[in-house]
Structures are given as structure tokens and as C-alpha cells.
């Protein structure tokens, strides 16, 4: 069975420095990853995924994540935070090997990113 | 407008109660799914349907139904409602299994008394 993990409930940043939000995963395989932003009363917005290739991804609003096979993580980074990032971040998998079971994305529990000006 | 549209999106009811909610989207996306969110627990999965006649039981089905009226229409029934499904849902699809991000709703906050 697939899984991720956020270890951390909440992260706090000051305004323009960097930012980590850390994830780790379990897959049977080769896994495919995401990272989604929520921000208050909305829905969840696709940032970026890892599928294959280069193990950083780049995707909006600045953001970049680093794949790391040998240590099973996928930690979501941007070199200056804002006091706008300020948000909900979920990290999520899925297994393509996974076969008959769920088909949809597995989720960790989500971080609390708090930009503090 | 949105591309992948929840309604209601607050609903209050009291235990017992049936309820639907409504998902529809203009993405002409084949897969749709229906999430909870609990503080805490990040989202878990109802249900999936790849098609209008393909529905799948997700991680949470239990006290709940769904039905794929249309490619574009994907509705959740709770028959009778009880105060742990106090949550909020989203509805999401997706163009493809395995590569494709998930596009949400903007979601539906039920509280069940």
C-alpha cells in the first residue's frame, strides 16, 4: 500500500527566507509524487509533481521540490518565502504499480505554513 | 467560472437526514473523485468513477453513495446523515490514471447535529 507522511504539523518561516515543508513516502515502486496548496475556504491547487527525469521540479508561484530515492522524500522548497505562502501544503503519491487498488491520489496529513513578516 | 463546481457549499442538517451533494465540471475530464477532509487527517477518499459506468469504493466508503449521472456530473449521498461525516468534501477529477494532477472544487462544508 502506498503512503506519505508530513512530520511536521507546522513550519515557520520568516519573510524571505528559504522554506522546506518535508514529506516522505512508501510505494511499492517507482512512485509518482504531488504537492497542492490550500489556502483558506478553498479548494486544493496543483503546484507541482515528480513523474520521471529530473529529480527537481520546478512549479508555480516559485516553489521547487527535490526527489530523493534513496531516502523516500519529496521535500517542497522555495528559496525566499512570502508572507502570501502562508497556506496549507499537502504532499501526495501514487503508486502506478498499485494495480486494482485506489485509483486516486494517497494523502499526508498537510503542514501549516506560517510566513511571519 | 470554476471548472469543477460543488454545491451547496455549506449545508447544515441534523442527524438522520438524507443528503446529495452535487459535483459537476466543464473540464471534459473522464475521471472524478470524491474526497473528505478532516483537521488533521488531510483527505481520504470516497469514491472514483473512471467513466458513467465505472464506480470504484475508495478508502472511506462506508455511509456513503454516489452517482456518475454524466461524464460531467458526479454526485455523493450520505442516506443518513451522522454526526462523525461532519466534514469537508471535494470533488475532483483528473484526465489521466496515473500522470495527471487532480483539479478540485472549491468544496462542501457539512455539518451534521
Known amino acids: 500500500a502506498q503512503s506519505v507522511a508530513q512530520p511536521e504539523d507546522q513550519v515557520n518561516v520568516a519573510e524571505g527566507n528559504p522554506l522546506t515543508v518535508k514529506c516522505t513516502y512508501s510505494v511499492s515502486g517507482n512512485p509518482y509524487l504531488f504537492w497542492y496548496v490550500q489556502y483558506p475556504n478553498r479548494g486544493l491547487q496543483f503546484l507541482l509533481k515528480?513523474?520521471?527525469?529530473?529529480?527537481l521540479v520546478k512549479g508555480s508561484y516559485g516553489f521547487e521540490a527535490e526527489f530523493n530515492k534513496s531516502q523516500t522524500s519529496f521535500h517542497l522548497k522555495k528559496p525566499s518565502a512570502l508572507v502570501s505562502d502562508s497556506a496549507l501544503y499537502f504532499c501526495a503519491v501514487r503508486d502506478p504499480y498499485s494495480g486494482g487498488g485506489a485509483d486516486g491520489l494517497t494523502f499526508g496529513k498537510g503542514t501549516h505554513l506560517i510566513i511571519q513578516p | 467560472d470554476a471548472d469543477v463546481t460543488q454545491t451547496p457549499r455549506n449545508r447544515i442538517t441534523k442527524t438522520g437526514k438524507r443528503i446529495m451533494l452535487e459535483c459537476s465540471q466543464t473540464?471534459?475530464?473522464?475521471?472524478m473523485y470524491w474526497y473528505r477532509q478532516d483537521p488533521g487527517l488531510g483527505l481520504r477518499l470516497i469514491y472514483y468513477s473512471f467513466d458513467v459506468k465505472d464506480i470504484n469504493k475508495g478508502e472511506i466508503s462506508d455511509g456513503y453513495s454516489v452517482s456518475r449521472q454524466a461524464q460531467a456530473k458526479f454526485s455523493l449521498s450520505l442516506e443518513s446523515a451522522i454526526p462523525n461525516q461532519t466534514a469537508l468534501y471535494f470533488c475532483?477529477?483528473?484526465?489521466?490514471?496515473?500522470?495527471?494532477?487532480?483539479?478540485f472544487g472549491e468544496g462542501s462544508r457539512l455539518t451534521v447535529l
Open positions: 515528480y513523474i520521471t527525469g529530473d529529480n
Open positions: 473540464k471534459g475530464h473522464d475521471r
Open positions: 475532483a477529477t483528473s484526465v489521466s490514471a496515473n500522470t495527471g494532477e487532480l483539479f
